[in-house]
């Protein structure tokens, strides 16, 4: 039940973009985007409902397709503060089941 | 502040013990969760709970239990029939109605004397 994510890893430079996919095998009802910096809890980032929408966090946005059931995150101008673990959380229902992904670990080099 | 509070930091258990892992929240949140953190494999759930008095199983929640007998309390139990128990566990919490965002504790660090 859990999504799939991709690529598992990725090393940026400042001011690199980057792209994580988040996939399901089972239709969608959102989809919650969160980082994790080493040893510390995981921060919420953005949720997206079924309908396609896309939302931005500074120069952070994210996707959502709900027929191929599909979310991405998209990093423009990397800095720095972006390194972390990027997880991905699914919910089929309006019901808190949610499920995460195995995670994205970022890291951005000067 | 609000927030989530998990204790201890650190947990070391012996084989054979059963070992409680505590998180209160003071956040008035209906909804709270139980995951699991290993290397490699995100976040896993165990259980979670809607309303007092009730919970459901995730992902993996044999050879653990938890109670739900205060709005603000979700403690979790790690059974001696959870084999493998060394793990990093996060509690969480949000609001019940609607996709919510999940707020997490710091964390427990369990590993096996």
């Known amino acids: 039940q859990q999504p799939v994510q991709s690529p598992q890893a990725v090393i940026l430079r400042e001011g690199e973009d980057a792209v994580i996919n988040c996939s399901s095998s089972?239709?969608?009802?959102?989809v919650h985007w969160y980082r994790q910096k080493h040893g510390e809890a995981p921060v919420f980032l953005m949720i997206?409902?079924?309908?396609?929408e896309q939302k931005g966090h500074d120069k952070i946005s994210a996707s959502f397709n709900e027929k191929k059931q599909q979310s991405s995150l998209y990093l423009t101008a990397s800095q720095l503060s972006y390194s972390g673990t990027y997880f991905c959380?699914?919910?089929?229902?309006?019901?808190?089941?949610?499920?995460f992904g195995a995670g994205t670990r970022l890291t951005v080099k000067p | 502040d609000g927030g989530i509070t998990q204790s201890p930091k650190y947990l070391f258990r012996k084989e054979g013990q059963n070992v409680t892992l505590s998180c209160e929240q003071n956040?008035?949140?209906?909804?709270m969760y139980w995951y699991r953190q290993d290397p490699g494999q995100g976040l896993r759930l165990i259980y979670y709970?809607?309303?007092?008095?009730?919970?459901q199983k995730g992902d993996i929640a044999e050879g653990y239990s938890v109670s739900r007998e205060k709005k603000e309390s979700f403690p979790l139990t790690v059974t001696s029939a959870q084999k493998n128990p060394t793990a990093f566990y996060l509690c969480?919490?949000?609001?019940?109605?609607?996709?919510?965002?999940?707020?997490f504790g710091d964390g427990t660090r369990l590993s096996i004397l």
């Open positions: 969480a919490s949000s609001i019940r109605t609607g996709p919510q965002p999940q707020h």
């Open positions: 089972k239709a969608l009802y959102s």
């Open positions: 997206l409902l079924k309908g396609g």
């Open positions: 959380g699914t919910e089929k229902g309006n019901n808190n089941d949610m499920r």
């Open positions: 956040l008035n949140h209906d909804a």
């Open positions: 709970s809607q309303i007092v008095n009730d919970f």
